[in-house]
């Protein structure tokens, strides 16, 4: 297939979850091909059968999709260069070896076929990242690797140029693991006297300083990071800058907007540190930027059946950095809406700084009592309007009413959000039921200290 259109590829194997480094890899190809107009191609690499995963092709489907990567060819979508998943392409390969053998680039070794590579001289090659590299061709540089193996189906090295090929692909995006391997590329490109498509080799990225991300080394892969609660849009956006800067300040992009701002010429040589902090703030910004009623259904799953949803996501939309902080306690402590203590420390309504103790807690929660049960509606404004007023009447400092019913009805001195905003959460029945129990507690507090007078 000849064609002076950008025409890039994703060509993963299926042997498991889709890992950071895929994410990249297939971002950086979408970008090249949609920043100037052409095609995104998607192939499956299954040849390697004993390390085939049952269900990874449709999790690459889903990934890919999660993220907006959408091909314009692929094995589920079609196209004119099919089929796109290589071991429906057998005979192609066999095919191209048999080409190979006559033209001198690869010989016979038993039931296989190995590449040929000139013993004198080197190879030189050029990548669009790291330059002109020159390998020499001696063995201990390149061995002449197996092409075609004994049961018929083709190595990755040998697959993966002759599909490039025939697919058009004009520009290969690999991680710098493969950069060794481009020499015995162009050598097979050359044998055949095609066309060598533009490399574009792309950094590591790290766990740490010395170790690279790695699945298999328990990292997380792109549906581990979904499962914790980060975004997709998240995730691409601090991944597109994971190796690549489009030069200023900005760090936030669409993927649209990544699209016109990509250049390979930002692509850095170095590697890249996985940092998940990082990754929390642009989170935490893609939350804070979504819809309060998207972020509702977001949550809805990660939350107790009984608690609603749109309520709470008001709650917590300025307050947490992932979905998966609505259940974390060590971040951010929501249990008692659900998984409510009678028995905290009365000590909790005492307060200094407001001048308030269990005694005036008291008073003012008998006070707010009967006010919030005729309480109509039952809204945020008409509950903050109600605690307003209290503190008129009962002229105390805001914080000695507000601080009682907040402890009253969280069994906390500190919560996500004003104890109107966590009534309305709760609902009228639970908050009442929740205040009733502080003044009965308080009473019966107010009783032993009397006795001990």
């Not at 008998?366 to 039952?378: A, D, M, N």
Request: hydrophobic letters at 40%; a negative charge; one cysteine or more.
């Amino acid at each position: 297939m000849h064609t002076t259109t950008i025409r890039t590829r994703f060509a993963p194997s299926p042997t498991g979850f889709m890992h950071i480094g895929g994410v990249r890899t297939a971002l950086y190809a979408y970008l090249i091909a949609k920043h100037s107009g052409g095609q995104f191609l998607l192939r499956i690499e299954d040849t390697d059968r004993e390390r085939y995963v049952e269900g990874a092709v449709d999790a690459i489907y889903r990934s890919l999709r999660d993220c907006g990567l959408n091909w314009d060819e692929g094995p589920d979508v079609g196209g004119a260069v099919g089929p796109y998943v290589q071991s429906e392409r057998r005979e192609l390969y066999r095919e191209y070896a048999e080409r190979l053998l006559e033209l001198g680039g690869a010989f016979r070794d038993g039931d296989a076929i190995r590449q040929k590579i000139p013993r004198e001289g080197s190879t030189t090659f050029h990548d669009a990242v790291y330059g002109e590299i020159t390998v020499p061709n001696d063995s201990a540089s390149m061995n002449e690797g197996v092409l075609l193996k004994s049961d018929g189906l083709p190595t990755y090295n040998f697959a993966n140029v002759v599909d490039d090929h025939l697919m058009g692909i004009t520009h290969v995006v690999r991680g710098s693991e493969y950069l060794s391997s481009d020499a015995k590329y162009d050598l097979l490109y050359r044998s055949f006297g095609w066309e060598i498509p533009t490399y574009v080799t792309v950094p590591l990225i790290m766990r740490d300083a010395t170790h690279k991300l790695s699945k298999r080394a328990g990292d997380p892969t792109y549906e581990d990071l979904i499962a914790e609660g980060f975004l997709p849009q998240a995730i691409l956006n601090y991944v597109a800058l994971l190796g690549w800067s489009p030069g200023g300040e900005r760090e936030f992009y669409t993927l649209p907007e990544l699209a016109d701002a990509f250049d390979i010429r930002g692509i850095s040589k170095s590697p890249a540190l996985f940092d998940k902090v990082k990754l929390r703030y642009f989170n935490a910004h893609y939350i804070r930027e979504m819809p309060v009623d998207e972020l509702a259904a977001m949550i809805r799953p990660r939350i107790p059946a009984e608690l609603d949803a749109r309520l709470l996501a008001p709650l917590l939309h300025q307050r947490i950095e992932t979905l998966g902080d609505v259940g974390d306690e060590s971040r951010l402590k929501l249990r008692f809406l659900w998984d409510f203590s009678e028995d905290y420390a009365l000590t909790l309504f005492d307060n200094k700084k407001a001048k308030t103790n269990a005694a005036v807690a008291l008073g003012v929660l008998t006070h707010l009592l009967p006010e919030l049960e005729r309480l109509e509606p039952w809204s945020l404004d008409e509950i903050a309007a109600l605690l307003t007023t209290a503190v008129e009447r009962l002229e105390l400092k805001t914080g000695a009413v507000f601080g009682a019913l907040r402890v009253a009805v969280s069994g906390e001195s500190a919560t996500p959000g004003g104890p109107a905003e966590l009534c309305e959460v709760l609902g009228r029945a639970e908050s009442l039921r929740r205040v009733r129990i502080a003044i009965n507690r308080l009473e019966q507090l107010g009783g032993v200290l009397d006795e001990e007078d």
